[in-house]
């Protein structure tokens, strides 16, 4: 089941990227909303595959959208891979458009691995709601829920290659990390939920 924490405006951003998760958020909002889509381009291979999907999708159901190249593919030494794409999204998505309601495609088990990376560095963090104009209201769904909706609706989705890649710190957490810690707290999902729960979304 699809959840929506806070109230949504009529007219709303959706960022996508082409995966399963952000797409069952396009097509589920725009069946109530006012939609439009900002795809930001990594300058790889796959983003170029998932901007096919992207456009393809929004170009049947009449949605516009927002097209966004990063200016320089190489990352500085001081930054991971990791961090130097999400600064570049979140410069589009807080810059060209801060005049927007932007909603990323966030879900539980995002919430579960960024507590897991958080702790281990002394400080366990829930991802916010909100930051400046961007909210993550899907918080408390699951993903595989996402997956379903996209199965229901014959939504396209892209499976990005580099998420099995575990050279990626939040792919290690993911692949590595999760079964382990599912195996000291099977509920691990719902202690990070009542955490979510407790928050103000406002």
């Known amino acids: 089941m699809i959840n929506i924490q806070g109230k949504l405006p009529r007219d709303i951003s959706v960022a996508c990227s082409g995966g399963a998760d952000s797409m069952a958020v396009l097509d589920f909002l725009r069946r109530k909303h006012t ?7 990594h300058g790889t291979e796959t983003s170029n595959d998932a901007l096919k999907v992207v456009e393809g999708y929004c170009g049947e159901h009449d949605i516009p959208l927002n097209v966004h190249y990063i200016t320089n593919t190489k990352k500085p030494k001081e930054k991971s891979q990791e961090e130097y794409w999400r600064d570049f999204r979140y410069g589009v998505f807080t810059g060209e458009h801060q005049n927007e309601t932007v909603v990323t ?39 595989k829920y996402f997956y379903r909706w996209c199965q229901l609706h014959l939504v396209p989705y892209i499976e990005d290659k580099s998420n099995s890649d575990t050279k990626y710190t939040r792919n290690y957490i993911r692949h590595v990390m ?5 195996q000291v707290n099977p509920g691990i999902e719902k202690t990070i939920l009542k955490k979510i729960l407790r928050e103000d979304v406002q």
């Open 35 to 41: 939609v439009s889509a900002i795809f930001c381009h």
């Open 105 to 143: 495609a966030h879900h539980v088990g995002d919430c579960v691995e960024t507590w897991i990376w958080s702790s281990m560095h002394g400080c366990g963090k829930i991802i916010p709601y909100r930051r400046e104009n961007v909210i993550r209201p899907f918080r408390l769904t699951k993903k």
């Open 178 to 182: 999760m079964p382990h810690v599912l």
